[in-house]
């Protein structure tokens, strides 16, 4: 079966950095997904990575190592803002995206 | 209309009554879907189009049924609501339907008593 594995809930301290991890086991792999999800609100979309290695973009980063069906996402410089959950999602072999089921990062002061 | 827009935002519904849940976009995406997220799921996709006049079931398609008139709709009809399919309702569309991003409307939260 396909699976996505994410931590349900993480917590960190303002201005630090936190790395929240996902890997997954799919029927086939057309990239990775991370959106970012504030309670009551829609995902929205932060990084795709379809190639091993690190995708920078501001203050988020994302890794992908396709060998070992493993990413993470790196958040630095953690804002108040920052609070909400974080969507893994690997696109399978008939293009369909498989969600984790998320991780709820609480940052605290 | 910017973007994605879904209505009803909100809607409580007696068990065996038919409802729709409208979706609409602006941004000429050739794919749309319907996705239903429930606490401590990831979400899950009902129906797809990967373009206008084409349809194709997705993970948990049962009780559920898709149209794709034109570009810009995709309603999503529940024929005979039960309980089980009270959750929120996500619509979300992409340029196509490959390696692109997918952007969701904000929302539908049904509940079948």
């Known amino acids: 079966g396909q699976n996505i594995d994410q931590p349900t809930e993480m917590t960190a301290t303002e201005g630090a950095i936190v790395q929240i991890n996902c890997t997954y086991q799919t029927s086939g792999f057309n990239g990775l997904f991370w959106y970012q999800q504030h309670a009551g609100e829609a995902p929205t979309f932060l990084s795709y990575n379809v190639l091993d290695g690190l995708e920078e973009k501001g203050r988020f980063s994302s890794f992908l190592s396709r060998s070992k069906g493993y990413s993470y996402l790196l958040l630095k410089e953690l804002q108040m803002k920052d609070s909400a959950s974080y969507l893994c999602?690997?696109?399978?072999?008939?293009?369909?995206?498989?969600w984790g089921a998320g991780t709820k990062l609480i940052i605290k002061p | 209309i910017a973007g994605i827009t879904q209505a009803p935002t909100s809607q409580i519904l007696a068990a065996g009554r038919r409802m729709t849940l409208r979706c609409t976009q602006d941004?000429?995406?050739?794919?749309m879907y319907w996705y239903r997220q429930d606490l401590g799921l990831g979400l899950r996709l009902i129906h797809y189009?990967?373009?206008?006049?084409?349809?194709g079931k997705g993970e948990v398609p049962d009780g559920y049924s898709v149209s794709r008139a034109n570009t810009d709709d995709f309603p999503l009809t529940l024929a005979s609501a039960v309980p089980s399919q009270t959750s929120v309702y996500f619509c979300?569309?992409?340029?196509?339907?490959?390696?692109?991003?997918?952007?969701f409307g904000p929302g539908t939260r049904l509940t079948v008593l």
């Open positions: 979300a569309s992409s340029a196509s339907s490959g390696h692109n991003e997918q952007f």
């Open positions: 941004m000429r995406h050739n794919a």
């Open positions: 999602a690997v696109m399978d072999s008939n293009y369909q995206l498989i």
């Open positions: 189009s990967n373009t206008a006049g084409t349809t």
